[in-house]
């Protein structure tokens, strides 16, 4: 198990950026990758970007891609996600999440993002 506490969530304006933060605390297992997940109302939770600890190797949903970096250092228990180039469509309660290799997914309580003018 692990405690993750999301925060940097806001009001964004379009082509604004945020930076939201995740610090991860009594976590039980090793970590294998961290990341960061979406949902917007009445949608289904999206996957958004993660960085594997091994090799730094970061992944992007490609409606982020090149807007979006996330970063982190898995000493610090820490994970970040830089966005720019906001759009109302990056509107979604954003969620930290952390693995094991090979398990399941634990998640933040998420944290509010609304990109409006």
């Known amino acids: 198990q692990v405690h993750l506490v999301e925060s940097g969530g806001g009001l964004g304006q379009p082509g604004g950026s945020l930076r939201l933060s995740c610090a991860a605390s009594?976590?039980?297992?090793?970590?294998?990758?961290m990341g960061w997940f979406r949902q917007a109302p009445g949608q289904e939770r999206e996957f958004v970007a993660r960085i594997s600890w091994g090799g730094g190797s970061t992944y992007y949903a490609d409606s982020v891609k090149g807007r979006f970096a996330i970063s982190g250092d898995n000493a610090k228990n820490t994970v970040y996600l830089q966005m720019n180039r906001l759009t109302p469509e990056d509107t979604a309660v954003y969620y930290c999440a952390d693995r094991g290799r090979g398990s399941s997914w634990y998640w933040g309580q998420g944290t509010q993002v609304t990109v409006s003018s």
């Open positions: 009594g976590r039980t297992f090793s970590s294998y990758t």
